[in-house]
């Protein structure tokens, strides 16, 4: 038995390899920042792929806050949070987040995967119906599988796809819309003004996972829903501590006070799972309150963006990850929305996912590290090397990196 297993697991393996897919992770020798140290190279490389969009990962605020909380609160909890592991500041995290969002209540998760595979069997039965977009988060997807409701896919970001759909349910009890505030490979914002009108016209309620917007789209940092102005319109947000809010780990559903007590009472990843970590906590409580009170930072991260995409433009490249066809995709950006900080930088045809990594690859020698996606990740034939901006980055690093571009792809 254990060297049949041991074959088929030695077989997946190798099938993984000899399809291009195995993913290897490259070791960092020092804390996640604009500029950091890999185990593999020997000078500093200049970094364009974390999810540390204000760069508060090593902020100096941040990281006091978190030595004091470990001092005050100690290491771990040992708890779940309903037998003996809520302490002032998981009650404090939960009542600031809620502030910020605009929200009534707010209930925390180890991880935002967490949050979102807990939301949906917590909160919807067998009568219920589940319509959601085909490009969403792999948590969100697992999420509602764990529930009874029914399911429904649509287009990403496809109205008419997403009316036929709820259409389509029409005799269940509820009928929720779930949908990526920003969907992480194309940096495309989910046209949550037309989602809201579809939910209105069909009483459907609306659930958004802003985990790649919470800190800093929006004017104040609040997220889709403040960008597109349907904040008073979305019933429930889920979102990650893990990405621009410190970066730690942690995730949360933010919703009307009766729903998010009864995810105190039904969600099995909250009730089932340890409370998060007091330093995490009191870090994370330090970076919403940087956020929350500054705009500099956000200001920093859309004038990068702009520059880079501005420079990338110039020299040539190709941006567009719906190659000119965004509008029948429905995934347009409205004017005045500032372009998020994920910017795909796209390789089309056959030979782009070869070109994409050997120009990674190119970069990465030369002091920038960028990273690749090719099918499956993306669709075949859409290969790109997607990179994030970060407010933490210098108009000098922004210009590196697109001269590292222009390098590397010159050379191909
Ligand atoms: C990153 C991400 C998650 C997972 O967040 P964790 O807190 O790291 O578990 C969930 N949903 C979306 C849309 C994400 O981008």
Redesign the pocket.
């Known amino acids: 038995m254990d060297g049949h297993f041991r074959a088929h697991v030695d077989e997946t393996l190798a099938g993984i390899e000899d399809a291009g897919l195995t993913k290897r992770e490259r070791v960092l020798t020092t804390p996640q920042s604009a500029s950091i140290g890999v185990a593999t190279a020997d000078a500093p490389v200049l970094n364009f792929c974390a999810?540390n969009y204000l760069g508060l990962a090593d902020h100096p605020d941040v990281v006091a806050a978190a030595h004091a909380g470990l001092d005050a609160y100690g290491f771990g909890m040992a708890s779940v949070r309903f037998i003996c592991g809520t302490q002032t500041p998981h009650r404090q995290l939960e009542r600031r987040l809620s502030e910020f969002l605009g929200t009534e209540d707010t209930i925390l998760f180890s991880?935002?995967?967490?949050?979102?595979g807990g939301v949906f069997e917590a909160l919807f039965g067998a009568e219920d119906a589940i319509v959601s977009d085909e490009l969403?988060?792999?948590?969100?997807i697992d999420g509602i599988r764990l529930s009874k409701a029914a399911r429904y896919r649509y287009r990403n970001a496809d109205m008419t796809d997403l009316e036929a759909q709820l259409r389509a349910a029409s005799g269940a009890r509820f009928r929720v819309i779930v949908t990526?505030?920003?969907f992480?490979m194309d940096g495309a914002y989910a046209p949550l003004r037309e989602i809201c009108d579809l939910a209105d016209a069909y009483g459907a309620l609306v659930l958004v996972?802003?985990?790649?917007a919470v800190g800093f789209v929006g004017d104040g940092g609040r997220g889709t829903p403040e960008l597109f102005g349907v904040a008073d319109r979305v019933d429930i947000v889920?979102?990650?501590?893990?990405?621009a809010l410190g970066g730690a780990?942690?995730?949360y559903v933010s919703a009307r006070a009766g729903t998010v007590e009864l995810l105190r009472q039904r969600a099995r990843p909250y009730l089932f799972s340890n409370s998060v970590a007091p330093a995490v906590v009191t870090g994370s409580l330090a970076a919403l309150h940087l956020v929350a009170s500054s705009s500099d930072a956000r200001a920093r991260l859309n004038a990068n963006t702009a520059l880079f995409r501005g420079l990338m433009d110039a020299a040539g490249f190709d941006l567009d990850p719906f190659g000119g066809g965004a509008a029948a995709t429905g995934v347009v950006r409205p004017a005045g929305v500032p372009p998020h900080p994920i910017t795909p930088v796209m390789f089309p045809g056959a030979d782009g996912a070869r070109e994409a990594s050997a120009i990674a690859e190119r970069m990465l020698s030369s002091g920038v590290y960028v990273i690749p996606f090719s099918f499956p990740v993306v669709p075949r034939g859409k290969a790109r090397i997607r990179v994030q901006l970060s407010a933490g980055h210098s108009e000098q690093g922004v210009r590196a990196c697109v001269d590292a571009f222009v390098a590397a792809a010159s050379a191909e």
Request: with cysteine.
């Open positions: 999810n991880s935002c995967f967490d949050a979102n969403n988060h792999a948590s969100l990526d505030g920003v992480s996972d802003d985990s790649h889920t979102g990650t501590l893990g990405k780990s942690g995730g």
